[in-house]
């Protein structure tokens, strides 16, 4: 077990980070309060809002995401899955949240232009 680290993210919406994981196919815990990663024998657990068990994206240890005094919101996970995370699920759920975004609103739509998607505005 490694100690917990933080990776700051772009996202401040725990929601919508939950509803990303889920079309990931990624089960995640909701808390509300008390909700902490397991820690273990080198460190304690961390407090964190949404928790996920290990093994997305290769995983070792469980991870979650917790919201800051500021309103920003944190990835925290052990220090041994930080690159492995940084590098295939912060992308990946940047990518569906913006999905989500587009699927909910009624102003945007998406337009297939080759191998490439464009978001435009409806009309």
């Known amino acids: 077990m490694s100690r917990y680290v933080e990776v700051a993210l772009t996202l401040r919406d725990t929601e919508e980070i939950a509803i990303a994981l889920a079309s990931l196919g990624i089960a995640v815990e909701h808390g509300t309060d008390g909700l902490m990663l397991r820690g273990g ?6 407090p964190v809002d949404l928790r996920v068990a290990a093994g997305p994206f290769d995983t070792i ?7 800051r005094d500021d309103g920003s919101v944190v990835l925290v996970c052990g220090e041994l899955d930080r690159a492995r995370l940084d590098a295939r699920l912060v992308p990946a759920m940047l990518t569906a949240v913006a999905a ?4 909910a609103s009624t102003e945007l739509e998406v337009v297939a232009r080759g191998p490439r998607l464009v978001v435009r505005r409806r009309g």
Request: with cysteine; net charge negative; charged share 35%.
């Open 61 to 67: 240890e469980d991870f979650g995401f917790a919201r």
């Open 100 to 103: 989500h975004r587009v699927d």
């Open 41 to 46: 024998l080198e460190c304690a657990g961390a």
